[in-house]
């Protein structure tokens, strides 16, 4: 085979190799971009959900929460919506949390320091599932999150497969007729 065909061969290989990669990525997010998690400036107490409001968070995503002498919650609905930081589901002082969304549905975030939290730093994160089939919801188990996903990694294969044979064998048929091997 000449060096010309096994390279373009090799590069479709790659792009390939590059689809599947980003398909099953993951991505991380920095809460509030470089504001970081703080009290929001000039009483925005929409803030937080606005950043939110823009994104697309998958399953499997992470996001990054950056801030100082403050700590962050994973609470239920009604514990957001009263800014009750009693019984957290998930607490975190460290200055740099990662938190795994590793469900579809809702998740409840508000700061754990005193006031702070009605004063607007609080976050309500929307993951979407990876089945483009099903909308996201929040009684998904995580389970039946985990079969979604592997069934969309079958499903973008499957798509994909034929669409990549047949440009090689195109290729490979091009190779031939000018006697390229
Ligand atoms: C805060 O939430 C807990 C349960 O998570 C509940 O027991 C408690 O009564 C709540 N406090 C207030 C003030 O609503």
């Not at 390939?16 to 993951?26: E, V």
């Not at 579809?104 to 009605?118: D, L, R």
């Not at 999150?145 to 069934?151: K, N, R, V």
């Amino acid at each position: 085979m000449s060096s010309f065909c096994r390279q373009v061969l090799m590069s479709l290989m790659i792009i390939c190799a590059s689809f599947q990669l980003i398909l099953g990525s993951s991505f991380e997010f920095q809460v509030g971009d470089h504001m970081g998690w703080s009290v929001p400036r000039s009483k925005d107490t929409k803030f937080y959900n606005d950043w939110a409001s823009e994104k697309r968070f998958k399953l499997g995503d992470s996001i990054l929460f950056k801030y100082r002498k403050d700590s962050v919650m994973e609470v239920g609905e009604a514990e957001y919506k009263q800014c009750n930081s009693t019984h957290p589901i998930f607490f975190s002082n460290t200055g740099n949390t990662v938190f795994h969304l590793d469900r579809s549905g809702y998740f409840y975030f508000i700061s754990g320091a005193a006031g702070h939290c009605s004063k607007g730093q609080r976050m309500i994160v929307k993951v979407l599932g990876n089945d483009p089939f099903h909308p996201p919801s929040s009684q998904k188990s995580s389970s039946s999150a985990t079969i979604s996903s592997i069934s969309l990694a079958i499903f973008s294969f499957v798509l994909l497969l034929p669409v990549v044979a047949s440009v090689n064998f195109l290729f490979l048929s091009l190779c031939n007729s000018y006697n390229l091997f």
